[in-house]
């Protein structure tokens, strides 16, 4: 059974999404702060964390990268602000998804839903995808740059391995926006943007196998990068 930890301060919120979820089956635990949700982190598994950002004591984010020190657990953010900066700062630490209070109680559903079919779907054992010196692991989901591992979020891999399932293929930023965040952007495309920006710089010497397509989006062209005689 899938298991949620929902992270939030305000009791009423706590307990909408209990009802919600338990009614779709989910295994459901609570925390009122991000400090107990460390702490029940450390004792538990769970496949999703849906947590508020504006709490006592320890703040959502602050709480993740702390999670993130010894666990990997898709988090979606709740937050009573929607400001642009807010939501590609949590991108950009690794959160899987972020959403803005007042919420839908049946959208917020219908989000963990994808986010847990993404993180859970089977893949073959030790899959591995090899363009010269960039490698991606897809079943350790690791990427390794000319042999050392390198440190990406979630999205970054997500997004990288779309792009290399589709090489050649130009994709658009709302084909992007679908396919790898799972859902209806609402929202600007300029999130793509910015974790393109992210993903070349976290694959480095080999950022130019990512094209930009000018007027449509990106693809994957693994002959952008010549061996070197």
Sequence with gaps: MTRILVVDDEKK?????????KF????VDTAEDGMIAVEKCKDNDYDII???????????????????KFKEIPVLMLSARGEEYDKLFGFE??????VVKPFSPKELMARIKVIVARNSGAKDEHERYSFKGLEVDVDGRVIRIDGEQVNATPKEFELLMFLIEHEGYALSRNQLLDQVWGYDF????RTVDTHIKMLRNTIGPYRDYIV???????KFDSEQIKDEE
Excluded at 13 to 21: F, G, K, L
Excluded at 93 to 98: K, S
Excluded at 186 to 189: A, E, K, Q, T
Aim: charge should be negative; aromatic fraction near 14%.
């Design 93 to 98: 630490i690794g959160i899987d998804d972020y």
């Design 186 to 189: 609402f929202g600007d495309d």
């Design 24 to 27: 779709e089956g989910y295994e």
């Design 212 to 218: 930009t397509v000018r007027g449509i989006g990106y």
């Design 13 to 21: 919120i706590r307990d909408v999404i209990e009802t919600y979820a």
């Design 50 to 68: 849906i947590m508020d950002i504006m709490m006592p004591r320890l703040d959502g984010y602050s709480a993740y990268k702390e999670i993130k």
